[in-house]
Nanobody, 127 residues
Framework: QVQLVESGGGLVQPGGSLRLSCAASGRVSSTSPMAWFRQAPGKDREFVAAFRGANGNTYYADSVKGRFTVSRDKVKNTLHLQMNSLKPEDTAVYYC????????????????????WGQGTQVTVSS
């Protein structure tokens, strides 16, 4: 089992920045894929960014590319999401996810790829 705990959410003005963190514990492997998803009210959960543990490659949704950066601290088993130039449409509950094995890159954007999920952290972008 893997436990994931997100932190770092909050209220920020448009154009501002936030840094989310996801602390992983339990049977965590450095090669496990990890990702961030988000869900806004009334909408489906959507992919935000992924870190492929096997080779360190990163993947982003088009809507956040160039603004968000995902990184992983292998020593502390922590996944980060640096969010810059935030927009009101980024408002959502952000979830951290971790998977087993080493899926191909095309699978990293799919929620079904991930076996473990955190409880989520609220991000609100508003003036």
């Amino acid at each position: 089992q893997v436990q994931l705990v997100e932190s770092g959410g909050g209220l920020v003005q448009p154009g501002g920045s936030l840094r989310l963190s996801c602390a992983a514990s339990g049977r965590v492997s450095s090669t496990s894929p990890m990702a961030w998803f988000r869900q806004a009210p009334g909408k489906d959960r959507e992919f935000v960014a992924a870190f492929r543990g096997a080779n360190g490659n990163t993947y982003y949704a088009d809507s956040v590319k160039g603004r968000f950066t995902v990184s992983r601290d292998k020593v502390k088993n922590t996944l980060h999401l640096q969010m810059n130039s935030l927009k009101p449409e980024d408002t959502a509950v952000y979830y951290c996810a971790s998977g087993l094995g080493s899926p191909i890159s095309s699978m990293l954007r799919r929620a079904a790829t991930y076996d473990f999920w955190g409880q989520g952290t609220q991000v609100t972008v508003s003036s």
